[in-house]
């Protein structure tokens, strides 16, 4: 379906669109409150994911091949399990877009989008419409020629 929803958001890093551990791993909030980067902060995360019942080959697939099962039951996973690692509000409401089979992209995902698109710089944005310019001119071409060709 298509439309606009409200979803329980993670404060975690690109959760849906990389694998849970690196979601952790790389979150702004999570190495606030528990420092991913020292060992012991590694092992902490670990732990807790271990004690949710996610191994760590399941933690390290990307978020489109884990278990719908675990997807399912993530929220009251990490409910029951983060504040033992000081991760108090690491849940909370937020919205999602749907484009159907196209995807989705939850509130949290889109402004980590625009933080990195205002931390590069116009310079590298204009190179990415320029880019995206050239590429619809090519798309539009082969259309153009491909309605040529049906006439």
Known sequence: STGIQIINEYNLFLLHHWTIFDSFFYSNYVNLKNPIFEI?????????????GISLIQANQNWHYVDLDLKKRLNDLIDREA?????????F??????????GSISSGDFVESIQALLECGIAEENEFLKSKNKINKVNLKGKNKKRRNNE
């Open 40 to 52: 012991q902060g590694r092992k902490n995360l670990k732990t807790m994911l271990a004690r949710m």
């Open 83 to 91: 504040h033992k690692i000081n991760l108090i509000d690491i849940i």
């Open 93 to 102: 409401k937020g919205f999602q877009r749907n484009y159907g089979f196209h």
